[in-house]
Nanobody
Framework: QVQLVESGGRLVQAGGSLRLSCAASGRTFSSRPLGWFRQVSGKEREFVAA????????YYADSVKGRFTISRDNAKNTVYLQMNSLKPEDTAVYYC??????????????????WGQGTQVTVSS
């Protein structure tokens, strides 16, 4: 079992920066690829970024490439999403998610087993 708790979401002006954190419980954190997704009310959940088990491989949605950076600290059981040059269209609830032990990175939400409760990011124009 893995429990994920996101934090760091808030209201920020366009062009600003924000760092989201996702703290995990459980002893298998370092063995799981992780991802960030986001969802706007009434729309489908959208892939944002993913990172491999030890962090050398990262993968981004085109809409955030060059602006967002995913990273992880396995010693702290935490994954981060650094968001720079924020735009109003980045407004959403952001979720972190964990894949099964030992597999590779993925971008589809059904490939993830565990999800956090989400944190709201609002970017004002």
């Amino acid at each position: 079992q893995v429990q994920l708790v996101e934090s760091g979401g808030r209201l920020v002006q366009a062009g600003g920066s924000l760092r989201l954190s996702c703290a995990a419980s459980g002893r298998t954190f370092s063995s799981r690829p992780l991802g960030w997704f986001r969802q706007v009310s009434g729309k489908e959940r959208e892939f944002v970024a993913a990172i491999s088990r030890n962090g050398p491989t990262t993968y981004y949605a085109d809409s955030v490439k060059g602006r967002f950076t995913i990273s992880r600290d396995n010693a702290k059981n935490t994954v981060y999403l650094q968001m720079n040059s924020l735009k109003p269209e980045d407004t959403a609830v952001y979720y972190c998610a964990a894949r099964p032990v030992g597999v590779g990175v993925a971008s589809r939400d059904y490939e993830y087993d565990y999800w956090g409760q989400g944190t709201q990011v609002t970017v004002s124009s």
